[in-house]
């Protein structure tokens, strides 16, 4: 979990272009959008494609996107749950 | 109404007022791009996903402004008049090799011109009307008419208009600020003295 995590940072960074950020900068349970990381509509679209290209996993429900995309953490444990082996 | 000021970027340098402001011919034109980003240090983290024209309109912008600020005019009473000559053809050429192999959502947005216009008026607050052409080459004569018939409205104070365009590491651009009040340049808003400041 703490691996996934970590290249989950380094992803976000590097597809959402967020240059100013280290890893580091991002806490687990960090909200990733509104006043935390400050992402937008564009990015959680970004992120979609982002899980589905690198973990083949997708969003089955769109309204389960503010509760998956709420944390790195949350991001991590919905690819746990729905990766195929 | 008078041309209050300038900005301009060419060949990697950024110019304000006709004078050099900041250069780095060493680098790629997206490596000069956040390091003049860097050394302007307008703390703005969404610079970073712009894709060239917005990051030239914003750079311009921020040096155009830098001494003549537009915060004592309303939001609404400040219009944006831009102009280039490969429309957004540098990001779309972009998006669609991406769109081969994946999508990009926040590529995608930047497929239009005037998303520069959009970029420069959240970065500034400015809500007046705004409006982008695209010709082969900077028309002085079109942006004295169509810039003049737009600062007329009473309700208009002030206008950033100029050229903005990239293809490639091609790059050009010269904006200029224009109010009914005189300040800075307070030079005549006209095609003659468009034509000698653009040079």
């Known amino acids: 979990m703490e691996q996934l995590m970590a290249d989950l940072k380094k992803q976000i960074i590097e597809a959402l272009n967020l240059k100013h950020l280290k890893p580091e ?3 687990d349970d960090q909200p990733l959008f509104g006043d ?31 509760t998956i995309f709420h944390s790195v953490k949350s991001i991590a444990e919905y690819i746990r749950a729905n990766q195929t082996a | ?20 402001a900041f250069e780095d011919t060493s680098v790629s034109l997206d490596d000069f791009l956040t390091a003049a980003y860097d050394h302007l240090s307008p703390e703005y983290p969404k610079f970073y996903k712009m894709d060239r024209l917005a990051k030239l309109g914003f750079l311009a912008t921020e040096m155009l402004l830098r001494e003549l600020p537009i ?12 102009s ?18 994946s999508s990009s959502p926040a590529l995608f947005v930047y497929t239009l011109p005037n998303i520069v216009s ?32 737009v600062m007329q409205q009473p309700s208009v104070q002030a206008c950033i208009a100029g050229w903005i365009d990239v ?33």
Do not use: W
Request: proline letters at 3%; hydrophobic letters at 35%.
């Open chain 1, 25 to 27: 900068n991002i806490g």
């Open chain 1, 36 to 66: 935390g990381l400050g992402l937008d509509s564009i990015d959680a679209l970004e992120l979609i494609v982002l899980l589905q290209q690198n973990y083949k996993v997708k969003i089955e429900n769109p309204q389960d996107g503010p």
């Open chain 2, 1 to 20: 109404m008078f041309i209050s000021g300038t900005s301009k970027i060419r060949k990697q340098a950024i110019y304000h007022q006709g004078t050099l």
């Open chain 2, 71 to 82: 915060k004592q005019y309303a939001p609404e009473s400040v219009s944006l008049v831009l």
């Open chain 2, 84 to 101: 280039n000559a490969h429309a957004s053809l540098d990001t779309d050429v972009r998006y669609h090799e991406a769109a081969k192999t």
């Open chain 2, 118 to 149: 959009g970029e420069i008026c959240i970065r500034h607050k400015i809500k007046g009307e705004n409006t982008f052409f695209v010709s082969s080459s900077f028309d002085a004569g079109l942006h004295e008419a169509y810039v003049n018939q």
């Open chain 2, 167 to 199: 293809m490639d590491s091609h790059h050009d651009v010269f904006l200029y600020l224009i109010e009914k009040e005189k300040r800075g340049l307070a030079l005549p808003h006209t095609a003659e003295e468009l034509t000698k400041l653009y040079r």
